[in-house]
């Protein structure tokens, strides 16, 4: 089992970017694909990106990925979300994910953080 932990959330200007961590509990960190979400208010969860358990591997949401980068440290248990360039309608509830299997394009998660909000001022 892991326990995930998202920080960095806040209130961004457009046009600004943001960088959020997602620090994970345990020692088998690095078994885990690892996944970003977010929520808008009043909209669905929405997948983001994902990244391999080494990291060699990513895969983006084609909405964002010109946009997005998923980055991880095994060694620090952390996962990071870089977004640039940000929009009001970025505004939303980000979380991170983990699950065992290793598909990226599976969106199916075992692990949820509890989010961290995100408000992007025009």
């Known amino acids: 089992q892991v326990q995930l932990v998202e920080s960095g959330g806040g209130l961004v200007q457009a046009g600004g970017s943001l960088r959020l961590p997602c620090v994970a509990s345990g020692r088998t960190f690095g078994s885990y694909t690892l996944g970003w979400f977010r929520q808008a208010p009043g909209k669905d969860r929405e997948f983001i990106g994902a990244?391999?358990?080494?990291?060699?591997?990513?895969y983006y949401n084609d909405d964002v990925k010109d946009r997005v980068t998923i980055s991880r440290d095994n060694a620090k248990n952390t996962v990071y979300l870089r977004m640039n360039s940000l929009k009001p309608e970025d505004t939303a509830v980000y979380y991170c994910?983990?699950?065992?299997?290793?598909?990226?394009?599976?969106?199916?998660?075992?692990?949820w953080g509890q989010g961290t909000r995100v408000t992007v001022s025009s």
């Open positions: 994910a983990a699950k065992s299997r290793m598909d990226l394009m599976n969106f199916l998660y075992d692990y």
């Open positions: 990244i391999s358990r080494g990291g060699e591997g990513v």
